[in-house]
């Protein structure tokens, strides 16, 4: 498997501001991937990060909402912006492995407040 | 598309006392399967993967589950629960593409 880290850990942001989240991982990776999970919910898919390129957003998301960066192979940015307490969620990237099939492997999350 | 139901909301079992959690899937060919235990606070961790072979595969803490095509089922399974497998549980079908869609949980709680 691989390690994957995710700052910040949690934060409480004000509504109307923006908050970027790293997500690190410690190998190469085929593919990254960013969640939301809403309080008590199951994970949606937010968008696939493709590596020097725009970001494949789900229906239901848009890039001005959520721009994510992936500049190289391991490394991935989220922006919730201009918040409102709707997106208090917690936050989680995953990725796959070379060899290793289509599961994926969670970064530990961020959970996000709005106030 | 694909789809998961997760039909128990929350579960509670003593603990030494057997568990299966229940998954049904919807998907027009051979699904990739997964479950996954998130603990308060922590992200997700796969505890095992059905893609072909054998349908009864074994995953880690000791759980198993088993793919029935003809019930479109991929149960959990443990034979004696501990205190520390309260959790909540994901089941996951993926498809061709990384498209991955998850059930809505379950949540296991372990009487002592």
């Known amino acids: 498997s691989a390690v994957i880290s995710q700052k910040p850990s949690r934060d409480i942001c004000q509504r109307g501001t923006s908050l970027t989240i790293q997500c690190q991982v410690d190998?190469?990776?085929?593919?990254m991937f960013w969640y939301r999970q809403q309080p008590g919910q199951s994970l949606t898919l937010i968008a696939t990060?493709?590596?020097?390129?725009?970001?494949?957003?789900e229906s239901g998301f848009v890039i001005d909402k959520f721009p994510i960066s992936r500049p190289n192979l391991t490394f991935s940015t989220l922006t919730v912006s201009n918040m409102s307490p709707e997106d208090s969620s917690i936050y989680l990237c995953?990725?796959?492995?070379?060899?290793?099939?289509?599961?994926?492997?969670f970064g530990p999350g961020t959970r996000l407040t709005v106030t | 598309a694909q789809s998961v139901t997760q039909p128990d909301i929350h579960i509670t079992v003593s603990e030494g006392a057997s568990l299966e959690l229940r998954c049904n899937y919807s998907?027009?060919?051979?699904?990739?399967l997964f479950w996954y235990v998130q603990s308060p606070g922590q992200g997700l961790q796969l505890l095992l993967k059905?893609?072909?072979?054998?349908?009864l595969v074994q995953g880690i803490k000791g759980f198993e589950a088993e793919f029935k095509r003809s019930q479109s089922s991929f149960n959990l399974r443990k034979p004696s629960v501990h205190w520390s497998d309260a959790a909540e549980y994901f089941c996951?079908?993926?498809?061709?593409?990384?498209?991955?869609?998850f059930g809505a949980g379950t949540r296991l709680t372990v009487k002592p």
């Open positions: 995953s990725v796959t492995l070379p060899g290793q099939g289509y599961e994926q492997y």
């Open positions: 996951a079908v993926g498809a061709l593409g990384n498209d991955m869609r």
């Open positions: 190998s190469q990776v085929t593919m």
């Open positions: 998907y027009g060919a051979t699904p990739y």
């Open positions: 059905y893609f072909s072979g054998d349908t």
């Open positions: 990060a493709n590596q020097g390129s725009e970001a494949t957003y």
